[in-house]
Structure formats: structure tokens, C-alpha cells
């Protein structure tokens, strides 16, 4: 098993209403994983957003909790439901209705990484996939509910920042006539995850940093922002995904060329969003 579920920083004072969480940055490759996979220790990283978390990080400093995964994605992917479990990989997992990423073989413990290579040999046991979840994502996510009712009960409101990256080519896969590849993609789930007012706010973070973004296209948010998103409630979900080419080697898995400066042009940005969930902000709208 990976050493542990997840990592926590959290601020010296609480001054903002916002979550920053990192559920796919998680890079504890266990050596018993790794001796169960076919792939090399290069390609099982092929799906995980790596460095995501080392480009939140300055969050703590603005007042908000970042909150980041211990294992890899090929382990335990964190966005998706703990019941969304693969019967091509599981044994004993009976056949359910329809659901395309377990199809894809994405799952909650997953079958493939990216461009659908298989990870393991054979099946694993329930026992095993069980054991996963116990140890790691229900242990994330009761982590992650709790920091938003803390919040939610601090401010009156919580707003969850889903923090993830995405491979160049499906940036690329959304560009039509002419327009710019967008670099930032904000995922609400087409409004129902946040309140419009939020999702412009921290739309205008990013573009005011002189970042194309786009909305919902090509990833609108998954199992988190489904979860935790209750815009009814004043609780917030919004997904955050960064072009990897911007700042990574996609293909060394290496941060390039680019990476120190974009950290820091996010720093300003991660400012900024903290500071819509604070409290002085919350006064100046009412």
C-alpha cells in the first residue's frame, strides 16, 4: 500500500472559504503495485497529473487549506465513486448498468492508464480492490468532507477547487475555426456544480493572468464536482484542468523548461481565487 491516503497543508490562520484539493498528483508507486503491473515504472505515470500539486502548493499561504493525494490514480482514482468498480478487472463484481468510464476501463481502482494500455496481467480480487478503497479513498474523501463543512461552518460558504491536468492533444481536440487552444478548462458540469457568479470569478483569475480558458469542453468535472458541488447550499465544486504541455515534458513526465514561471504566475492566480472566498470579500459583495 501506498504510505499513505493523502497530504494536508493547511494555512496558519483559515482566512478563506476555498478548498484547493489534488486527487490525481499522487506519486507513492508502491513496489508490491509495481511488481503486479506490465507496465514499466515510466508508463504507469502516463495518467497521473503529476507536479498539479507542486503548482497549488502556495495555497496554504493565502489562507486556504490544499489538500493532495499519497497514491497514484493507477491505484485508486480519487474522482471517481468508490461503487464504480470494473467487472473486466474485479473478481466477483456483477455487471451494472452502463457507465463509460468503467467501460473504458477508468474506474475507480482503473484497468488502463492513458491510450487504454492495461496495467495488470490479470484480475484482481475483490478483496484487494476493497482493501483500496478502505485505505485510501474513503480516507481522502472524509478528509476532503471535512475541510468544506469547516469551511462551509467558518464563512457560511465553501468553494472546492478540484485541481487537475490534462494531455496536450485533447486541448488541441477543441479548437475550431481559428480560435486559441485554450490552457485552462473550467469544469462545472454545465452549471450545476457552481453558481455562475463563482465560475466567472475565477474564470476572470485566469484569463486576468493572461491564460486562454475554456468552459466544460473537453472535461465538464467528474465524481468530485458531482459529489460536492451544491450551489443550493452555498457549497461550491468547480474542476480545474492545466494543459500539461504548459508547463511539462508529457512524454519524460518532467517538469520543462516553462515550469518555475508558470508556478509563479499561478501563485497570483491561487491568490486571487482564495481571496473571492474570503471574508472581507464576502462583506463587499453583500
Known amino acids: ?21 489534488s486527487p490525481h498528483s499522487g506519486r507513492d508507486y508502491p513496489w508490491s503495485f509495481l511488481k503486479d503491473t506490465i507496465l514499466d515504472e515510466h508508463a504507469i505515470r502516463s ?8 503548482l497549488f502548493d502556495c495555497a496554504p499561504q493565502f489562507g486556504a487549506p490544499l489538500l493532495r493525494a499519497g497514491a497514484p490514480r493507477a491505484y485508486v482514482d480519487l474522482n471517481r465513486a468508490c461503487d464504480e468498480l470494473d467487472p473486466a478487472l474485479i473478481d466477483g463484481v456483477r455487471r451494472g448498468g452502463h457507465n ?17 494500455r492495461a496495467i495488470y496481467r490479470g484480475k484482481l480480487s475483490r478483496v484487494e480492490a476493497d482493501q483500496r478503497l478502505k485505505r485510501i479513498w474513503h480516507p481522502y474523501h472524509s478528509q476532503l ?3 468544506l463543512g469547516r469551511a462551509h461552518g467558518l464563512f457560511g460558504e465553501a468553494i472546492l477547487i478540484d485541481c487537475h491536468s490534462m494531455p496536450h492533444e485533447a486541448a488541441e ?9 485554450p490552457e485552462i478548462v473550467i469544469g462545472d458540469r454545465f452549471g450545476a456544480s457552481a453558481s455562475v457568479e463563482i465560475v466567472e470569478r475565477i474564470e476572470a483569475a485566469f484569463a486576468m493572468a493572461g491564460l486562454v480558458v ?11 464536482t458531482q459529489q460536492y458541488g451544491r450551489p443550493s447550499r452555498n457549497q461550491h465544486a468547480i474542476q480545474i484542468e492545466i494543459d500539461r504541455s504548459v508547463y511539462m515534458d508529457e512524454a519524460r513526465v518532467r517538469p ?31
Open 100 to 116: 463509460p468510464r468503467v467501460a473504458s476501463g477508468l474506474g475507480v481502482v482503473p484497468r488502463v492508464v492513458a491510450n487504454g
Open 47 to 54: 495518467s497521473e497529473d503529476a507536479y498539479v500539486d507542486r
Open 145 to 147: 468532507a471535512e475541510l
Open 1 to 21: 500500500m501506498p504510505s499513505t491516503a493523502y497530504h494536508l497543508h493547511l494555512p496558519d490562520v483559515p482566512s478563506s472559504c476555498v478548498v484547493f484539493a
Open 256 to 286: 520543462n523548461a516553462n515550469f518555475h514561471a508558470f508556478r509563479k504566475l499561478l501563485r497570483g492566480v491561487v491568490a486571487d481565487i482564495a481571496a473571492l472566498g474570503s471574508r472581507d470579500q464576502q462583506l463587499a459583495a453583500e
Open 173 to 181: 481536440s477543441v479548437v475550431r475555426n481559428g480560435a486559441r487552444r
Open 214 to 224: 475554456a468552459r466544460n469542453t473537453p472535461f465538464a468535472g467528474a465524481y468530485t
